[in-house]
């Protein structure tokens, strides 16, 4: 199994910035491709960014294109997400995941980071 801790999610107002962060433990080994969704109560979860372990190749939801980026670190085992020029329609939980190489989708989340951006 991959355990993921997010951290790095607060307040901020319109047009500013945060940076998450997740940490990932266990069989990291496994790690093919991690992403980042998020989710607002009473919708569904949404996929924003994701990155492969190996490579790093990189995909985004057209809503978030030119103002996130995803990277990894492949020596501390973690994935991070930069955020910037934020709106209010970020506001969300944004949680972790990883699609392990035996395959199934993405199979391990975290605990989700709460993003809150104010206008």
């Known amino acids: 199994q991959v355990q993921l801790v997010e951290s790095g999610g607060g307040l901020v107002q319109a047009g500013g910035s945060l940076r998450l962060s997740c940490a990932a433990s266990?069989?990291?080994?496994?790690?093919?491709?991690m992403g980042w969704f998020r989710q607002v109560p009473g919708k569904e979860r949404e996929f924003v960014a994701s990155i492969t372990w190996i490579g790093g190749s990189t995909a985004y939801a057209d809503s978030v294109k030119g103002r996130f980026t995803i990277s990894r670190d492949t020596t501390k085992n973690t994935v991070d997400l930069q955020m910037n020029s934020l709106k209010p329609e970020d506001t969300a939980v944004y949680s972790c995941?990883?699609?392990?190489?035996?395959?199934?989708?993405?199979?391990?989340w975290g605990q989700g980071t709460q993003v809150t951006v104010s206008s």
């Open positions: 266990g069989r990291t080994f496994s790690m093919n491709r």
């Open positions: 995941a990883c699609n392990p190489t035996t395959g199934g989708g993405y199979r391990y």
